[in-house]
């Protein structure tokens, strides 16, 4: 029993490669988000693992059983499809028993587990309208009660809140979680947005270009990225290239920043995300401003309701700072452009990455 | 105020425009219906009374009758067949991997951008070919116009059941699937009903256009095997009277009923557009 398993998986496309001998277990009752721009071959991924498209080599095995293949029908697959697919001449009710009528299941036994996933949904009473007289919240819903129904061994999302809007795609996501971890789902979410995949998931597994960039909690992931295509891609960050002068201290033309370590002597990026950056304003008699301080000009503040988002010139280039929104008394609140200000970190937020730049491109 | 003056005034030109329209296209239709109920045999305004003694003559003239009846079976036939074909045709377009079905699309469409009397006079010649070669006789039967309005049902069935399919997401069928569907109950049970309000439309437009056609079927048609439509021309040779205003009439009725019917299954504007 060890939910699923994708050994060495690859898929060509004539001479583009889809998805790069990927591997990857999933244990049970875990939900793994696979992360990463339009095109990396995520979505590939998940296809091959419900059957849709054939490996070119690497093997699918679902409770340990290979199912390389098997055709669709016949694997123990659950799939949410991006624009929910529900069927569209058929009623809510039958749209959710078709996976149950597929497995011979008997009608009484049937309309019984209907009913209980329309509850678990929290559409009780609709059964009997046809989708297009849901709203795409219920729709959603409908999707998900028709896979979960069917007690799948493998949970499968495929982009599954990128149709609803801002408020309901918070909402929805929680309600998929809540419902994953009840049932013990072992689920794989294929997302593009990243706060979704920070939230939802166990286990991040960010994937470029076909291939495995990182793996890890999402706290690991977004903390410690592996190099600078998963930082850049997840989250927000500053990037100053430089070198290391002794550990723990970074040269960046005249200046020497607090950094993480380091060998001396190498050349590295230096990753501020922007929430560790402290900042202060430069008085006149530079009281309040931070003792080893980095001088700057901020250029753009960005008031974004909960959070205020301050971009700030220094000879390094731009860095980003970020605060909850400051209270008005707060010296932070009267920042405007143009302003001195003084910027600062501890040592350990000043990640030292490879200076290899290889952008995930959004296509 | 103003403005919102403007915007009525906006409204009123526009629904004034669409009225116009709308009495260009109905006016012939009125017109004849109108002209059905006149009691002078020689057309004159204004007519000299009202009656309904032309449906009686039409009713009473039985190469109508006849031609009525042969008309309804070779439509009923060529609809059926050409709808079958054309699904089978748009569903292997829009869903198999045909590298040439650009080419294939273009092709069953033709019948529609070819004259009738060029189409005629073409299947007139290839048909008296079959009958020199092997000795079958196809033109003037039955089969032989049936074969012939085929060719103007299957486009219909092709373009409309091609749309039908082709705004369907083919993640549903995947759906199917994925729920344990084996791909003969994916077509049964999931694709063909997504394809049911185009095949009907099909049916529809297919009927109508084997019902009315003249062109195509002047050359093919035979002693007692003759079509409506040709039936009016032949009369039209000798007699100018109203009867065929009421042969009109009834056949606008019969069209209109069966539109009205076929649009409570399927709404036909959205089909169509």
């Known amino acids: 029993m060890s939910g699923l398993t994708l050994q060495d998986l690859r898929r060509t496309y004539g001479p583009t490669v889809a998805v790069d001998h990927i591997t990857l277990d999933v244990a049970e009752g875990e939900l793994v988000a696979l992360l990463g721009p339009s095109g990396c071959g995520k979505t590939t991924t998940l296809r091959m693992i419900a059957g849709f498209v054939p490996p070119t080599s690497g093997r699918v095995l679902i409770d340990g059983r290979d199912v390389t293949r098997v055709p669709p029908y016949a694997r123990d697959t659950g799939m949410v499809f991006q624009g929910y697919a529900l069927f569209p001449h058929m009623s809510v009710a039958a749209n959710i028993g078709f996976g149950l009528e597929m497995r011979g299941v008997a009608r009484h036994e049937r309309e019984a587990r209907i009913t209980e996933a329309l509850r678990l949904v929290r559409l009780e009473g609709l059964g009997e309208r046809l989708p297009h007289q849901l709203s795409g919240g219920q729709q959603q819903r409908v999707a998900l009660a028709r896979a979960l129904v069917v007690n799948p061994a493998v949970f499968l999302l495929d982009e599954p809140l990128s149709n609803l809007d801002a408020r309901l795609r918070a909402e929805v996501r929680v309600e998929i979680r809540a419902l994953q971890r009840r049932l013990g789902l072992t689920t794989v979410l294929v997302t593009h947005d990243q706060e979704e995949a920070l939230t939802i998931a166990d286990r991040l597994v960010v994937i470029d270009r076909g291939r495995v960039r990182q793996s890890g909690t999402p706290k690991e992931v977004y903390e410690r990225p592996a190099d600078l295509s998963v930082a850049s891609f997840l989250g927000r960050c500053t990037l100053i290239k430089g070198t290391v002068e002794t550990p723990g201290s970074f040269r960046a033309g005249r200046f020497l920043l607090p950094c993480e370590g380091g060998r001396p002597g190498d050349r590295r990026v230096l990753l501020l995300r922007p929430e560790r950056v402290e900042l202060a304003p430069k008085g006149p008699n530079d009281a309040s401003a931070l003792p080893d301080g980095f001088p700057g000009r901020v250029s753009v503040v960005t008031y974004l309701g909960g959070r205020t988002e301050w971009l700030v010139e220094t000879d390094a280039g731009p860095v980003l700072a970020s605060r909850n929104t400051p209270a008005s008394d707060d010296v932070l609140q009267s920042l405007g452009s143009g302003d001195e200000v003084h910027l600062s970190w501890r040592r350990e937020a000043g990640r030292l990455l490879e200076p290899e730049y290889e952008p995930m491109k959004e296509e | ?273």
């Open chain 2, 1 to 273: 105020m103003a403005q919102l003056s403007g915007g009525n005034g906006w409204r009123y030109t526009r629904q004034g425009a669409a009225g116009i329209v709308f009495a260009i296209v109905l006016l012939p239709m009125v017109t004849v219906i109108w002209l059905s109920f006149f009691d002078d045999a020689v057309i004159s305004f204004p007519p000299s009374g009202y009656g309904w003694r032309w449906y009686l003559n039409a009713w009473e003239t039985h190469q109508f009758g006849r031609s009525f009846i042969v008309s309804v079976e070779v439509a009923l036939a060529s609809t059926v067949i050409g709808v079958m074909l054309g699904t089978a045709a748009a569903y292997g377009l829009e869903r198999g991997k045909l590298p040439v079905s650009g080419a294939v699309q273009t092709l069953l469409l033709g019948p529609l951008a070819i004259p009738g009397v060029v189409l005629g006079t073409g299947l007139f010649i290839l048909f008296v070919q079959i009958d020199n070669t092997i000795d079958l006789r196809v033109v003037g039967t039955l089969p032989g116009l049936i074969a012939a309005h085929t060719l103007l049902t299957v486009p219909w069935a092709v373009r409309l059941v091609s749309v039908s399919l082709h705004g369907v997401n083919r993640s549903i069928e995947e759906a199917a699937k994925n729920l344990g569907a084996r791909p003969f109950t994916v077509f049964r049970r999931i694709t063909l009903p997504m394809m049911r309000s185009g095949m009907i439309a099909a049916s529809l437009f297919g009927f109508v256009q084997s019902f009315e056609n003249l062109d195509l079927t002047l050359l093919l048609t035979g002693p007692g095997r003759s079509t409506l439509p040709v039936e009016m021309l032949n009369y039209l040779e000798f007699r100018v009277d109203p009867t065929l205003a009421a042969v009109a009439a009834v056949q606008i009725a019969i069209i209109g009923v069966l539109m009205l019917v076929t649009d409570r299954f399927v709404s036909l504007g959205r089909v169509v557009s």
